[in-house]
């Protein structure tokens, strides 16, 4: 299988809105591989017609009413759209998965800016089975691994230049017990020279700029720090998020409340103050650290809309809610340097966590994303690389080929 693809387990219902052409009679009688309830709505001509914003209030009504009519959880209903409207009434009922549909040439950035979870090209790749009773929602996603077929992986790069961005930890630097000995290994570093020396390369990463900028420790790149809030890179390359500094004075408070209580309070549990974030990790904790971790964190945020949390790889973050992140700093980082003329160049992203997701999505149409082993949520990635040893082995495949 060469297409990105998943099974979702421990589903009542799937509801499918067939649209214009992707989810057409004649894919959805092909459609063999749900177990599971399956309910059809096709969107009538009246609500259509309706003004955008009144339309998706009876949308999401009338996916209320039908939930209500099946007698099940919205936690155990599906819903698969091609629909713009149905995506987005479907995310705010808050049910198991939404999935978006994009076919082969829609694009399928904007399904995802509506809340689609996870946006996949044709129906077929969806498979749902129905669990036992108390069973929990749960899901396998299946992604291409670059490796497998090489050629169609590079056929974009025949006419358009590859920028890289990378991420650090579990991408670049195997994670480690203590991220503060995360050193990138003498090979990668090597491998990274080769690459700057072909391609425009960055490396994004939700740790401190200059911190990263130590570990990696090269001229030729571009670096951003703190999922984005901070770049810099090769002649005068700099932006520091003007918003994110006036909530500094905040942060140092909320570090401060952070070291005196959950720090103090459970072993294992490290207070990090980046930049523009904290980071509390519980990786050496005892197991249940982390709900008083985020009764803690909810109450230092409470009603205040400047801050929200963040969930990384046994991390919990408290950083600026701005409308900015590492997906945003592609984007950015592409049109400052002159590269965001899409037949020219291609935005590769390679990362391996839930916070390289907004970059995934953010290139989901005009890029290639590649996920490193897996996280807890579906990826907007188009490929996979195993571990950060198949990374190294894939960058010393570009640094080398003709
Ligand atoms: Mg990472």
């Known amino acids: 299988m060469n297409k990105s693809s998943i099974k979702l387990f421990g589903i009542d219902t799937v509801i499918l809105v067939p649209g214009k052409e ?8 092909h459609w063999k591989n749900c177990h599971t309830g399956k309910e059809i709505i096709h969107p009538d001509r009246e609500t259509a017609e309706k003004t955008a914003g009144r339309k998706s209030v009876k949308i999401k009504e009338r996916l209320m009413s039908v939930i209500h009519h099946l007698q099940v959880p919205a936690k155990r209903v599906v819903l698969v759209s091609e629909d713009l409207f149905f995506i987005s009434a479907a995310k705010r009922l808050g049910l198991a998965m939404v999935i978006g549909i994009s076919g082969e040439t829609q694009g399928k950035s904007k399904l995802y800016e509506k809340g689609a979870h996870l ?8 498979s749902v089975y129905k669990g036992k ?9 299946h992604l291409p691994n670059v490796f497998t077929d090489l050629n169609k992986f590079e056929t974009p790069f025949r006419d ?6 990378l991420d650090y930890d579990g991408t670049l630097a195997p994670i480690v017990r203590d991220p503060a000995s995360a050193f990138l290994p003498d090979h990668t570093r090597d491998l990274l020279r080769g690459l700057s020396n072909r391609y425009t390369v960055a490396v994004v990463s939700g740790r401190d700029m200059d911190d990263i900028m130590q570990f990696v420790s090269l ?8 999922h984005g809030f901070r770049i810099s890179g090769p002649d005068g390359l700099y932006m520091e998020h003007a918003e994110a500094r006036t909530l500094l004075t905040k942060l140092d408070q909320f570090e401060k409340h952070l070291r005196e209580t959950v720090e103090k309070e459970i072993d294992g549990v490290e207070v990090e103050r980046k930049y523009f974030a904290i980071a509390v990790h519980y990786r050496n904790a005892p197991p249940g650290s ?7 964190a909810d109450q230092l945020i409470g009603k205040q809309r400047e801050f929200k949390r963040g969930r990384g790889k046994k991390i919990l ?8 992140h590492k997906g945003k700093a592609v984007e950015w980082i592409m049109q400052k340097l002159g590269l965001s003329d899409q037949r020219k160049y291609i935005p590769v992203y390679i990362g391996d966590d839930v916070t390289d997701e907004d970059a ?19 990826s907007a990635a188009n490929y996979q690389l195993k571990d950060v040893d198949q990374v190294s082995k894939f960058l010393h495949y570009m640094v080398h080929a003709d």
Not at 219 to 225: E, L
Not at 317 to 324: T, V, Y
């Open 22 to 29: 992707n989810l057409s009679g004649e894919h959805l009688a």
């Open 160 to 165: 358009r230049q590859p920028v890289f961005f």
């Open 119 to 126: 946006v996949l090209e044709r129906l077929e790749n969806v």
């Open 317 to 324: 973050e408290i950083r600026p809610s701005l409308e900015w």
């Open 219 to 226: 001229d030729r790149i571009i670096y951003a720090g703190s």
């Open 360 to 378: 995934f999505r953010t290139i989901a149409d005009d890029g290639i994303g590649i996920l490193v082993g897996t996280h807890s949520l579906p």
């Open 133 to 141: 009773d108390e069973s929990a929602c749960s899901f396998t996603q």
């Open 290 to 296: 982390l709900e008083r971790i985020k009764k803690e």
